[in-house]
């Protein structure tokens, strides 16, 4: 099970921290993801770590997100800077083991609005 929180109206150029707590699954087998998916477009990937703590970021999200994760707690978080109105999205945890498993959270909306 994977549930989200921290999602919220936010004005252009402010911060949000999304968290995901996972549960139900062996947290350090999987890669640990952040999605998003604005209306009228694809579900897209925004940043991905693994169990060792390698991250990467989609282009449009690099320098201002950081995603990081407690192995001990089995917890996602995203940290969101500089936002953008772009960014406005319902935000999405997923838990992958390629070939295993797959696990999506319900989402969380951020809006990024003046």
């Known amino acids: 099970q994977l549930v989200e929180s921290g999602g919220g109206l936010v004005q252009p150029g402010g911060s949000l921290r999304l968290s995901c707590a996972a549960s139900?699954?062996?947290?350090?087998?999987?890669?640990m993801n952040w999605y998003r998916q604005a209306p009228g477009k694809e579900r897209e990937l925004v940043a991905a770590?693994?169990?060792?703590?390698?991250?990467n970021y989609a282009d449009f999200v690099k320098g201002r997100f950081t995603i990081s994760s407690d192995n001990i707690k089995t917890t996602l978080s995203l940290q969101m800077n500089s936002l953008k109105p772009e960014d406005t999205a319902v935000y999405y945890c997923?838990?992958?083991?390629?070939?295993?498993?797959?696990?999506w959270g319900q989402g969380t909306q951020v809006t990024v609005s003046s």
């Open positions: 139900g699954f062996t947290f350090i087998w999987y890669s």
């Open positions: 770590i693994s169990s060792g703590h390698i991250t």
């Open positions: 997923n838990a992958r083991r390629l070939g295993v498993a797959d696990y």
